[in-house]
């Protein structure tokens, strides 16, 4: 994909600056200037001195940091929401430590890689000629690697190319040969173009088909454009070109290309027209899509707003609620509650209420819908539109710091405090029943010694027989831990931790990235070769994804996905196992594992063993849980 950079000491004329707000993401040099109010997506580069927290919630998407910088105050932050920046060591063109270091640290703890590289190191990245075993370039097998690292909902981790030195070397072969390889390019928006404005600069259309590899297997080389409303339900299919998507882009309107009559400025002979709102390119580089805000009567020659038939659920609610704003039939009750505030607040209480008391799901359905109504006229009374709801919604998604949320004094009735379960008491083991007990601090512990010649049979029988597992007996002792837990959250954690473990803490969760004390060269250079040894191991074992086209025109695909989550338990107490940590969290980081937690018992001071603390700063770990 293409991603504009824009710098405070840039004047950008306003059909540019229009055109670039049509583009799913935006980097900005300074955070301070970022425009977060809307689309598309700002990302920004932020300082040592910038407030990270205040700038995510204020809406930033993403928060763009040098991999050099601390990024101990960005540890608690969801690694979708931050992208790491990486220079080459040196301009030498064979210089292959940006993406080394992208591929082993930075697509495992962010959501987004951005490369700096100059023109010459972008051209040898991108050439596969006996590079990989699989024939892939570097700048591809990194894309390949980040694309096993799902970050839920947010799709994989992206990887970005911005073009270190002067800001006019990008041409439309480099952003091909970029975008061939499923990277993104970064280019600044003093080079692009729009319009007439296009004299020495590249044109934002041929730029964008440029950077993405957009492509058509049509002989006429038009491209399929699904064309959406605002919220994204599907008015029809058009095509474009680069003719087509030039003119739309420098128009703000929906262009696109007729099979019969060439260029095709929708609406210009019907009125109805489009404001286009958003253009993206689909995960194949083989079609277009254009969100718009459609006119009146619609998309559809027919005089529909979609080809596909009339609107359904929320998008038919507000369509019809606008509509009675200006044309309400004689008697409308919509109409009647426009006119009536008191009725309308009234009305939206009653509602909220019934749907709070329901319990029945068709009863709660029922009672939601009605408030939905009510609410779509006082939002349309107040000229809100559903697109309107859906960019605050956005916008609260984006949040970081949360309100307690707590309801209003008098809205509910004063909360009954729960019972603290109470933390359950573990009894003896059948050895220490036996009559066996613990040795005393100092007492000296003797090896209980029995001579066969001394022991009668039933005696000898006795000592042995196997000991018999009683997992209800198991059971009775973990169950009561557990409903603690359940009950009471960290809490109950806290207090189990101090009482087993003998570990008073505030917290049990420590994030990365996490502060590993020095250990000794030694230790770590072992843990280094294990590390290196198991990696090795499991990295052969990774499986290539197939295809296989079983008839003509059908081809069955075999690919494999890593657990997007896992926990891995490392043992501890009397025993020190980094080894654990690393046959557990190693397969885990070369699978591709978005989250990868660690539990561990923590000493009684509360610390994490260095050697496993460690481990986890080696294997990626997102966490570490200090309990047993």
């Not at 270190?164 to 091909?176: F, I, K, M």
């Not at 029922?366 to 309107?388: I, N, P, Q, R, T």
């Not at 070769?529 to 059908?554: I, K, W």
Request: aromatic content about 4%; overall charge negative.
């Amino acid at each position: 994909m293409l991603v504009p950079k824009i710098s405070p000491s840039q004047t950008l004329g306003p059909a540019l600056r229009r055109a670039l707000g049509l583009l799913p993401t935006v980097l900005y040099t300074d955070a301070g200037e970022a425009n977060v109010d809307g689309e598309p997506a700002a990302w920004a580069q932020v300082s040592a001195s910038d407030d990270v927290q205040a700038l995510l919630n204020s809406g930033l998407a993403v928060a763009v940091i040098g991999a050099d910088d601390d990024l101990a105050r960005v540890g608690g932050f969801d690694r979708a929401r931050l992208a790491l920046r990486y220079a080459s060591a040196s301009e030498d063109v064979s210089d292959p430590s940006a993406i080394t270091r992208a591929a082993t640290v930075g697509i495992n703890h962010a959501g987004a890689v951005i490369l700096d590289l100059t023109a010459q190191q972008i051209a040898a990245a991108t050439d596969s000629a006996g590079v990989e075993a699989q024939g892939l370039s570097p700048l591809a097998a990194l894309v390949r690697a980040a694309e096993r690292q799902v970050i839920g909902a947010n799709g994989p981790v992206r990887v970005l190319v911005e073009l270190s030195g002067s800001a006019e070397g990008w041409t439309l072969g480099l952003l091909s040969r970029v975008g061939s390889t499923g990277a993104s390019a970064v280019v600044d928006a003093g080079v692009l173009g729009v319009g007439d404005d296009c004299t020495g600069r590249l044109e934002l259309g041929a730029a964008l088909v440029a950077a993405c590899g957009l492509s058509s297997d049509r002989t006429d080389g038009l491209v399929t454009t699904v064309v959406v409303d605002e919220q994204r339900t599907c008015l029809g299919v058009a095509y474009s070109n680069g003719a087509s998507l030039a003119a739309a882009l420098a128009s703000g309107d929906g262009v696109y290309w007729s099979r019969k009559r060439g260029l095709w400025h929708k609406g210009l002979t019907s009125d109805a027209t489009q404001a286009l709102v958003g253009v993206s390119v689909d995960c194949d580089a083989d079609a277009l899509c254009f969100r718009v805000r459609q006119q009146s009567p619609g998309f559809c020659h027919r005089q529909t707003s979609s080809c596909f038939g009339p609107a359904a659920g929320l998008t038919r609610l507000a369509q019809t609620v606008a509509d009675r704003r200006v044309n309400a039939p004689e008697g409308s009750y919509t109409r009647r509650l426009f006119d009536d505030a008191a009725l309308l607040r009234a009305k939206i209480v009653e509602e909220a209420g019934e749907l709070a008391d329901a319990t029945d799901p068709g009863d709660v359905a029922f009672e939601a819908a009605d408030l939905l109504y009510f609410a779509m006229v006082k939002c349309a009374a107040h000229g809100v539109s559903l697109a309107d709801i859906e960019r605050s919604l956005d916008r609260k998604h984006l949040k970081v710091v949360r309100r307690p949320g707590d309801a209003k004094p008098g809205a509910i009735p004063a909360p009954v405090a729960p019972v603290a379960a109470a933390i359950p008491e573990v009894s003896r083991t059948s050895i220490q029943n036996a009559g066996i007990r613990t040795a005393l601090p100092g007492e000296k512990i003797a090896l209980r010694v029995y001579s066969a010649d001394d022991l009668s049979e039933s005696e000898r029988d006795a000592l042995l027989q196997r000991p018999l597992v009683d997992s209800q007996e198991i059971m009775r002792r973990v169950r009561p831990i557990v409903d603690a837990v359940r009950a009471r959250g960290d809490a109950a954690v806290l207090e189990l931790t101090a009482k087993f473990d003998r570990a008073q803490m505030d917290s049990v969760v420590v994030r990365a990235p996490f502060n590993v004390p020095e250990l000794p060269d030694a230790v770590r250079a072992a843990i280094d070769q294990a590390y290196a040894n198991v990696r090795c191991f499991h990295a052969a074992q990774l499986p290539a994804d197939s295809a296989v086209e079983t008839m003509p025109g059908v081809t069955c695909r075999r690919f494999s996905r890593a657990i997007e989550r896992v926990g891995l338990y490392v043992p501890g107490g009397t025993a020190v196992l980094p080894s654990s940590a690393l046959m557990l969290g190693v397969p885990a980081q070369v699978a591709g594992c978005r989250e990868i937690v660690l539990a561990t018992p923590p000493r009684p001071d509360g610390s994490i063993v260095p050697e496993v603390l460690y481990v986890a700063h080696k294997v990626g770990a997102t966490a570490i849980v200090k309990a047993g």
